[in-house]
């Protein structure tokens, strides 16, 4: 059964305070490593897909990184408007079907 | 803006009555989701579709039905609503035409059962 592990739960940060969020996956055949950040009372917005160990993709302040059993989304010098949870999700199987993990809720302190 | 939109929005109802959450795309995606997020679950994916009456089971399936008779509409049904799917009911749909890619949320159903 694929599974999706991520910590730390919470993680209150001052603004301009550089941290990572973990996301530790165990699937068989994976097919996407998936990052989306979702604000309250709003849908899950996409941010990265990664496919391959070593793999890192950047947007303004975040980086994500891929290896073969982890991946970390970087936050560089956060702002508030970086509070959000952040969601990371493994594609294991066909059709798409994706295993998400129960989220990191960023708070960022000005 | 992937074009998603769900219906209603809000929603409660009585225990034991019939629920249909309604998800409309615009743009001919071939593959759609529902997906319900409790806290301390995260996301479950409830069912999926890869085309028109071409449906299957997610992990947390039971209780729940679907229907996709047109290309734009993806219906879950509650058959007889249960307090336990109280929940944020979430749509998506996915670009690629594998399904093996990123997928793209509406904005969220959130259902009461009392």
């Known amino acids: 059964e694929d599974q999706v592990t991520q910590s730390p739960e919470a993680l209150r940060l001052q603004e301009g305070e550089s941290s990572s969020l973990n996301c530790s996956y ?7 490593l998936f990052w989306y950040r979702q604000d309250p009372g709003k849908g899950p917005e996409f941010l990265f897909t990664l496919y391959s160990a070593g793999e890192e993709k950047e947007k303004e302040r975040l980086k994500a990184t891929l290896t073969k059993k982890e991946s970390f989304l970087h936050i560089t010098a956060p702002k508030p408007e970086d509070s959000a949870t952040y969601l990371c999700a493994s594609g294991g199987t066909s059709y798409g079907k994706l295993t998400f993990g129960q ?7 000005p | 803006d992937a074009g998603i939109t769900q219906s209603p929005r809000h929603k409660v109802t009585e225990t034991g009555t ?27 994916l409830i069912h999926y579709s890869y085309g028109v009456k071409d449906t299957d089971k997610g992990e947390v399936s039971d209780g729940y039905s679907v229907s996709r008779s047109k290309t734009e509409d993806f219906l879950l049904t ?3 609503a249960t307090s336990s799917q109280t929940s944020v009911y979430f749509c998506a749909i996915t670009f690629g035409t ?17």
């Not at chain 2, 593959?31 to 409790?38: G, K, L």
């Open chain 1, 103 to 109: 989220g990191t809720i960023l708070t960022v302190h």
């Open chain 2, 18 to 44: 019939p629920v249909t959450l309604r998800c409309h795309q615009t743009e001919n995606h071939r593959y759609m989701y529902w997906y319900r997020q409790d806290p301390g679950h995260g996301l479950r």
């Open chain 1, 26 to 32: 165990t699937v068989s055949g994976l097919r996407g």
């Open chain 2, 98 to 114: 594998s399904g093996n890619y990123e997928q793209y949320f509406g904005p969220g159903t959130r259902l009461t059962v009392t």
């Open chain 2, 78 to 80: 509650l058959e007889s």
